[in-house]
């Protein structure tokens, strides 16, 4: 007597589970497979005819349909099988972890993935492995600053705050200079990598045509920021930029602004005497980052500067003429979230990061 084939049924949940993995694309070959497999004899087809679209023997189909019926989705995976005894355990990336604390082998100031596979006595295929899998980044870095300002408390503070609650009636501008812009000429176009990624390229040599330097006043509540081309960076074309800017608002209107401690920004009582209703806030020693304006500075670099070819410094004024009108239109505020770094963050280690 002929046996009868087992009856292949699954709940909803398994169901929607087995659709999601038959169209998974990260799933390994073999399980999408079976997965489909299934699917057809949950949807009634042959075991023929199952086995016809997927593309293998009915022997097969038959196969994972039993293990299915006998234990699920669980049935479809693979059983563990006996193998060699894993050189790679946990033991292994704790001596990764600990290696790194330690000061790098001589001649090199960091450790880099070979350095760490001679020194755990491993593979450096293995040791990025880890690496990746911790999220450990040997080459990338972060800098950090730290004030030596005494005053950095209360200047920070005064700054900060007319970020966060302006004053009634009044405006904040954030204002500083980029100075000394090189106009580079130099050719530019697209490589093919030995890896076969088609990168940004630029000729190692090039011609300088001159330099400018570039005035900005950021307007904290809505982003908009002036401008002004200068040959020099005296005081003289600071205040000048300055009457600019003074010009562009009403005379009852109160202007907070925020500078660095550079020298053309000091020694400016005269001016600040005729402009009564002007107020100068400047950050804290070695603290430039909390004006606004560097913000955009790396805005305008990164989109206008970086790989540009300039024949002339009338042409790099064109071009950063051009990203100051495109910028224009979709300019808005800056949201303030700079994060504090602590002492104690400094101190922390790989080992207590990871653990």
Request: glycine letters at 6%; hydrophobic letters at 40%.
């Amino acid at each position: 007597m002929l046996k009868a084939a087992p009856t292949v049924s699954c709940g909803p949940e398994d169901r929607q589970e087995l659709e999601r993995l038959a169209a998974s694309r990260t799933e390994s070959k073999q399980m999408v497979e079976r997965v489909r497999m299934i699917l057809g004899c949950l949807g009634g087809k042959r075991v023929k005819e199952v086995a016809r679209q997927c593309h293998t023997r009915p022997n097969t189909v038959i196969k994972w349909r039993q293990r299915f019926v006998r234990a699920g989705l669980r049935g479809l995976r693979d059983a563990p099988r006996p193998g060699a005894q894993r050189r790679y355990d946990e033991a292994f990336r704790k001596r990764i972890l600990a290696v790194l604390e330690e000061s790098p082998p001589a001649g090199q100031a960091t450790w880099d993935g070979p350095a760490v596979a001679r020194a755990v006595g491993g593979s450096v295929h293995a040791v990025w492995r880890v690496l990746r899998k911790e999220g450990i980044c040997l080459q990338r870095q972060r800098s950090w600053c730290m004030s030596t300002d005494p005053q950095f408390v209360p200047k920070a503070a005064d700054i900060v705050g007319l970020y966060l609650n302006p004053p009634e009636k009044a405006l904040v501008i954030c204002v500083d200079e980029k100075p000394s812009i090189q106009a580079l000429e130099r050719k530019t176009g697209y490589v093919e990598t030995t890896q076969g990624k088609i990168v940004r390229a630029y000729r190692s040599t090039y011609k300088r045509h001159g330099t400018l330097n570039l005035f900005a006043a950021l307007a904290v509540a809505t982003g908009q920021v002036s401008t002004a081309f200068t040959a020099l960076k005296r005081r003289e074309d600071f205040l000048q930029f300055m009457d600019q800017v003074v010009a562009e608002t009403t005379p009852e209107m109160e202007l907070h602004v925020i500078l660095d401690n550079y020298s053309t920004h000091k020694k400016c009582d005269a001016w600040l005497a005729a402009h009564a209703n002007v107020h100068f806030h400047f950050t804290p020693t070695s603290a430039s980052w909390l004006n606004q304006v560097e913000i955009w500075f790396g805005i305008l670099s990164r989109k206008a500067l970086r790989g540009l070819s300039s024949k002339s410094t009338v042409e790099l004024r064109q071009a950063i003429e051009a990203f100051i009108a495109a910028y224009a239109p979709n300019a808005k505020p800056f949201k303030w979230r700079k994060r504090e770094v602590k002492g104690a963050q400094l101190r922390n280690t790989i080992v207590n990061l990871r653990n």
